[in-house]
């Protein structure tokens, strides 16, 4: 059952980064071409702002998680009731906190942007922007959550496909009638509001879940613990813009959010193999199977390092030319930040390496003991990109995340290697180092190739073949040397999976 699972939910989640990235490339496009790259600059702003409230939610879905794997293994409904119950109130108040953060952010907002915005006009965005933030918490985080937990993540999957492609549809015909941003947002915030109705819809139905269970508290004892991942990751993913914000411009932004949208692309491609995964080490955690977790995590570990080498290197050698591309016929601000560029892919490559190591600490449960080095993460994130940022702008910021992610993922290898999989980190190291020698011959070969002029996206999809076929077949031929054993067992689970035949 594990590989049936494992299979849909890697599928639908590449499918789902699949439809992100089209969209992702569609509406900024649209947005910076109709309203001008400060309305594309100030919806980037005000996402990240919205998206601090989520810290109130203080990484509690982690800690959700951990607290459901052995009940669902053991099928314990008592025990699955009372969790989700306590998650349900949680969520629940947190999401009248949101209310209030909203509107006071809708007030405070426009007195940060002096870019010839009116304050009616930012103060309804944010508005309609943190609509969507709100039904989620009060419909359907806590199922999204059991459905992870459970292996079900395709199902959630599916229906935010569905969202997307829907949203980005309307919005698209929206621009091209000439309606205003606020009906383009309005009508996208409407449509994801159906995705946690039906997650209710669907829960409520399949699972025999006690409505009226009493609360088991316990089950969140690890919350404040969660927190410090939380933190990390949000600060990840969110800092830089928000400083942007505040010490520069909303063309800045603009100009880092749609390299942003690039590097997140390849990273969500890189993180849908991820998908799931988390769950099956946390089954086997349950069941005792640690053989068999030791085994799996190397292969999985191989295939994170692979995958990252694969499309960061590509991306470093595409990411310019793709944006003087898309960006073509934009004079209103400079889009060529090559430093930058290959800063942000650094950071974000730096982020997939250590999923594995974060997925196995998640499943096993252990927030506190490694909390510290996600507050650790955090501080070095703020400090650096505070102290660069007015200097050297999206450099700056994108150095001090670079720094942090770097941290953390050092500290994560260094910790499963002494306390949950006992092995040395010379494994780690090694890794790094073959890896890095196969992004030098990389791009050595690279250099090799005639300069194309590349004017158009025909142009670009011919280069980018001939580069990622480059890139592919030199990690491949590397990793085949120094990792054969590795490589066999990555081939033989995708075989076994294909067939549904895997036994994890």
């Not at 982690?62 to 794997?69: F, I, N, P």
């Not at 199922?143 to 569905?162: E, F």
Request: with cysteine; net charge positive.
């Amino acid at each position: 059952m594990r590989s049936k699972k494992a299979l849909a939910n890697v599928i639908t989640s590449l499918l789902l980064q699949f439809t992100l990235i089209l969209s992702g490339f569609i509406i900024p496009w649209l947005i910076i071409r109709t309203y001008g790259s400060s309305v594309n600059g100030v919806i980037a702003s005000i996402t990240q702002f919205l998206a601090f409230f989520s810290l109130i939610e203080g990484g509690i879905g982690g800690v959700v998680r951990a607290a459901l794997y052995k009940p669902l293994a053991r099928n314990d409904v008592i025990t699955v009731s009372r969790t989700l119950k306590s998650a349900e109130k949680f969520f629940k108040n947190i999401s009248y906190v949101f209310i209030a953060f909203l509107l006071l952010m809708a007030i405070g907002y426009p007195y940060l942007v002096s870019y010839g915005f009116n304050k009616t006009f930012i103060f309804t965005l944010v508005i309609i922007l943190g609509f969507r933030t709100i039904s989620q918490y009060l419909f359907g985080m806590t199922y999204q959550i059991l459905l992870q937990a459970d292996q079900k993540s395709y199902l959630t999957s599916l229906l935010h496909i569905i969202a997307v492609v829907l949203s980005t549809i309307i919005a698209t015909i929206l621009i091209n009638l000439g309606a205003s941003i606020h009906i383009v947002q309005l009508f996208s915030a409407f449509i994801f509001v159906l995705k946690p109705i039906a997650l209710h819809i669907y829960v409520k139905r399949k699972y025999k879940i006690i409505n009226d269970a009493t609360e088991d508290k316990s089950a969140l004892k690890q919350k404040w613990d969660g927190l410090g991942h939380h933190i990390a990751y949000f600060l990840h993913n969110r800092t830089d813009i928000v400083l942007l914000t505040l010490f520069t411009n909303v063309i800045e932004v603009s100009v880092y959010s749609i390299y942003l949208m690039v590097a997140t692309g390849i990273r969500n491609l890189t993180t849908t193999f991820a998908s799931g995964i988390e769950a099956v080490f946390g089954d086997m955690i349950a069941k005792g199977e640690k053989e068999s977790l030791e085994n799996n995590f190397n292969i999985f570990e191989f295939l994170f390092f692979l995958l990252t080498t694969v499309l960061f290197t590509s991306a470093a050698l595409l990411i310019l030319s793709f944006v003087s591309v898309y960006t073509k016929g934009v004079t209103d601000a400079n889009y060529f930040r090559p430093l930058f560029a290959y800063i942000l892919l650094a950071a974000e490559a730096a982020y997939c390496i250590r999923l594995p190591y974060h997925s196995v600490v998640i499943a096993a449960g252990h927030f506190k003991q490694t909390r510290n080095g996600a507050f650790l993460e955090a501080t070095i994130n703020i400090l650096f990109s505070l102290a660069l940022v007015n200097y050297f702008g999206i450099i700056g910021v994108a150095f001090g995340t670079l720094c942090a992610v770097s941290f953390r993922t050092i500290q994560y290898a260094l910790y499963l290697s002494k306390n949950i999989l006992n092995r040395s980190i010379l494994k780690f190291i090694k890794r790094i180092l073959v890896n890095s020698s196969a992004i030098v011959i990389t791009v050595f070969i690279s250099r090799l190739i005639p300069l194309t002029v590349v004017d158009n996206y025909f142009q670009w999809v011919v280069y980018a073949c001939k580069i990622s076929a480059i890139t592919f077949f030199v990690t491949i031929f590397i990793n085949y040397i120094f990792y054969r054993k590795d490589m066999s067992g990555l081939i033989n689970i995708f075989k076994k999976m294909l067939k549904k035949k895997i036994n994890f």
